[in-house]
């Protein structure tokens, strides 16, 4: 039956909207810096002034624009219990392999749908030797080009129920699925409530979970205590905790106070280029953005011209933690789906290998030493590697999907 | 001796350019959405953001709010800091109205507060009776707010925030004083009580109510007390209030104290979203107080308009807790000058007495039934009485600076 919401999608920023961008930018008003401040309070002031500088004079948003819509993307309308519909956004690449599997590829915070571009094709190309997907990547509600939901409460359900309802849409009753930052986490919400029946397996490049507790994993508890953390596994931790300390300032305003924060977003593109920035730099394995301002300036730009603002955005970490009351896995089960992990170094979040057992049906692990939190876009060859040993002849999730191997 | 050569009388004076950029910003303001029927759930609902930024753009007169600031008496001077070469200090100082031996005090504001926190006070304090005690009153812009220079250098903490405070009374004449806090107040007053008690500070009262649990090796009575002491209901009421505050209205400080500049530059460039960060404190943090628009807007615009931008009030966060890695009255030692607490009911954090007999040797206690944070301004009767009542005839502290009673002899 043919569902008939299903509309093409181009990206077309009004006239307006990026004149009172260019508007903005020309009145910029910047703080002072403490001398010798280089990372240590923030973005460094001469980053953003180079920033701004090149967002305002040369950054061309109609050619970034232009090459985003070369992408196949589109949107439906989905409906979600107790939300009304919401009008969703999302890249569709179907393989030449008619037997290619059903993946769905979904971003996090700070990114976005455009973090699948480089793995697509890779994905996506057809060969003897590796598997074939269709990629559906999705942007998140609230995110990207997606509408974002109205009602409070919208939380792991919810998410779970749009990805499933927009696969079950494009004819992928069975399909695995793939994310890092939200898309890790969200994953573990739609394999609680779709896994095995939809979701046949799926794949984390963030794959945390929570520390042992003595009543869930005894073994792996008393493990924790007794048992001194080697070298490698202290260092994961290390790094995890430099996160802990120092860098979850924006995840407790944005769990706290989305809204207080939302209107220094969308009101300051300096403000909103700086929140995010810092991110893709702390974050990233030494990417070097400098070499890229482009894509960074359209990545920013991303948020800038969202659909429902980049205020919205923020609201997930409200949303799935229930206002700081309790973590974002609350509500997930154990599910005996195969899952895959793919450990990148400069991940934000490094927890004892061990502890991914309690995440998921550990089939497929990948430890990797180049690469941070956006693994699709810093190190696209090995995370679509990864995914293509996982699911490929010989893989520990190879034919997962009935009729659907990936090779034709 | 008052060092008066460095001194320059001042008048807040923002340049006509100024207040135009502020007004094509605000024009050019760009709103996010809402969830419906969010209200306060979230911060600040979208009604009032917009309601204030369409006044602040037309309709809030700033030079008839300026023109009244510059009736307080202020002035600026350089100030010596070790290592940080001299500031530039801004300060209101109003002497009483009825006699020299007046009680010098020092009142310190904190974020999201400045120095305009006294001006309520100021009439309240500066007049004086044979009943009732005078005190010569200074209300310094922190260095980094209002219209106090920044310090420029890494590391300006709780040590340089107490020598800037301490060298500015000594400055102007008052070697021996008193000091009232709130806030970040209430931590430099612990540090000024650390350094320079006994010899400058001769007492403190604070209306912010924090501090560590004693513990056993450095405050070993304390200790025991906490230990075998039951809260009181007000004291439960204070903790639930104290753990509610640091689980849903803390974000600001993790941000504040880890990625200031990040934030910084939000709330440089952006009215709307510094008037919402500010606004969301000054609501939740007080006791039902009926803010006026144009009240609002006054303290916003103090921040806009600040000689050091609103960016740099935020580091404060970072350097008094070393990055949040350290409480930030991790240093402050227990001192036996006169100290006295203002209880405020809906005050954002409340610990047991006992953890507080850490800060020094408490001689007053006052318990209010209405009011919250920023206490000066809510409830500035009620804080003047308390001042009084401490450091006048009869109260514990009276006479502690010699020579200044607070009576006229």
């Not at chain 1, 401040?37 to 948003?61: H, Q």
């Not at chain 1, 037997?99 to 971003?107: E, G, R, T, W």
């Not at chain 2, 009244?68 to 209101?92: E, K, S, W």
């Not at chain 2, 919402?276 to 007080?286: D, N, P, Q």
């Amino acid at each position: 039956m043919a569902d008939t919401t299903e509309q093409p999608f181009t990206v077309a920023v009004s006239d307006t909207d990026l004149e009172l961008l260019r508007k903005k930018l020309d009145l910029v008003r910047l703080p002072d810096e403490l001398e010798g401040a280089e990372w240590n309070y923030g973005v460094p002031l001469a980053d953003i002034k180079r920033l701004v500088a090149y967002w305002k004079d040369s950054f061309d948003w109609r050619k970034a624009e232009a090459g985003i819509n070369k992408l196949p993307m589109f949107t439906r309308d989905i409906e979600v219990d107790g939300h009304g519909t919401l009008n969703i956004h999302y890249v569709h690449q179907k393989s030449e392999v008619k037997n290619a599997i059903p993946l769905l590829f979904v971003h996090g915070w700070p990114g976005d749908f455009l973090e699948v571009k480089k793995v697509l094709p890779i994905l996506t190309a057809k060969s003897d030797e590796h598997p074939s997907f269709h990629v559906v990547a999705i942007s998140l509600p609230g995110f990207g080009f997606s509408e974002a939901p109205k009602k409070p409460g919208f939380a792991g359900r919810q998410y779970a129920e749009v990805f499933n309802k927009l696969m079950v849409a494009l004819g992928y009753n069975e399909y695995v699925y793939q994310g890092g930052d939200w898309g890790h986490i969200l994953g573990a919400h739609a394999v609680t409530h779709y896994g095995h029946t939809n979701i046949k397996a799926w794949h984390s490049n963030m794959p945390f979970y929570r520390a042992p507790k003595f009543f869930s994993n005894p073994l792996l508890f008393l493990g924790m205590l007794t048992i001194p953390f080697d070298t490698v596994t202290k260092t994961r931790l290390a790094h995890s905790m430099k996160w802990q300390s120092k860098g979850r300032g924006y995840f407790i305003e944005q769990a706290t106070q989305p809204q207080t924060l939302g209107y220094s977003l969308s009101d300051s593109p300096v403000g909103l280029l700086a929140w995010i920035y810092e991110k893709l730099v702390d974050w990233s394995d030494k990417y070097p953005w400098t070499e890229d301002e482009g894509r960074l300036l359209e990545w920013i730009s991303i948020y800038w011209f969202s659909r429902s603002g980049p205020a919205a955005a923020g609201r997930i970490y409200y949303e799935m933690t229930s206002q700081n009351q309790h973590d974002v896995l609350e509500g997930t089960k154990y599910s005996s789906v195969p899952l895959g992990a793919s450990y990148f170094p400069g991940e934000l979040v490094r927890l004892p290998k061990s502890w991914t057992s309690m995440l998921g049906n550990v089939k497929f692990e990948a430890e990797h030493d180049k690469g941070g939190h956006f693994a699709a876009y810093e190190q696209p060859e090995k995370l679509a590697g990864d995914l293509r040993k996982m699911f490929g002849k010989g893989g520990p999730a190879h034919g997962v999907v009935p009729g659907k191997n990936g090779y034709d | 001796m008052a060092d008066t050569e460095n001194e320059k009388p001042f008048k807040v004076s923002v340049p006509d350019e100024d207040l135009e950029q502020l007004r094509q910003r605000l024009a050019l303001a760009r709103f996010p959405d809402e969830l419906d029927e969010a209200e306060w759930e979230y911060g600040v609902p979208l009604a009032d953001v917009r309601r204030l930024a369409a006044r602040w753009a037309d309709g809030f007169d700033w030079r008839s709010a300026e023109a009244a600031i510059n009736a307080l008496p202020q002035f600026t001077r350089d100030v010596a800091v070790d290592g940080f070469g001299t500031l530039n200090v801004h300060y209101v100082h109003q002497r009483s109205a009825v006699t020299e031996d007046a009680i010098p005090l020092l009142f310190v504001h904190g974020w999201p507060g400045h120095f305009l926190e006294v001006r309520k006070l100021l009439p309240l304090l500066t007049a004086g009776s044979a009943e009732q005690p005078s005190f010569h009153v200074v209300a310094l812009s922190l260095p980094g707010f209002g219209f106090s220079e920044a310090p420029k250098k890494k590391g300006f903490a709780a040590k340089q925030y107490a020598e800037v405070a301490n060298n500015l009374m000594i400055n102007l004449g008052y070697t021996e004083y008193v000091v009232q806090g709130g806030d970040w107040g209430h931590y430099i007053a612990g540090y000024l009580a650390t350094y320079y008690a006994h010899k400058h500070v001769k007492g403190w009262l604070s209306n912010y109510t924090n501090a560590l649990p004693p513990k056993l090796w450095n405050a070993p009575l304390a200790y025991l007390t906490h230990l075998v002491t039951p809260y009181s209901a007000k004291e439960k009421a204070g903790w639930t209030r104290s753990q509610g505050f640091r689980l849903t209205g803390s974000g600001y400080s993790h941000e504040q104290a880890t990625r200031p500049q990040t934030l910084g530059y939000s709330l440089a460039d952006s009215p709307v979203g510094l008037l919402a960060w500010i606004y969301e404190k000054l609501v939740e943090w007080t006791d039902e107080y009926r803010w006026r628009d144009d009240e609002v807007l006054e303290w916003v615009s103090i921040y806009w308009f600040s000689r050091a931008g609103p960016g740099a009030s935020v580091r404060i966060y970072k350097e008094m807790t070393q990055g949040f890695t350290r409480a930030t009255t991790a240093d402050v030692r227990w001192t036996s000058i006169p100290l006295g607490f203002a209880y405020f009911p809906k005050e954002l954090n409340r610990v047991p007495r006992s953890w507080l007999s850490t800060l020094g040797r408490i001689v007053f206690e006052s318990e209010h039934e209405h009011g919250g944070h920023f206490a000066a301004h809510e409830q500035p009767g009620e804080l003047a009485d308390d001042m009084r009542r401490m450091f006048g005839k009869g109260g514990p502290a009276f006479g502690v600076v010699a020579g200044k009673s607070g009576y006229a002899a």
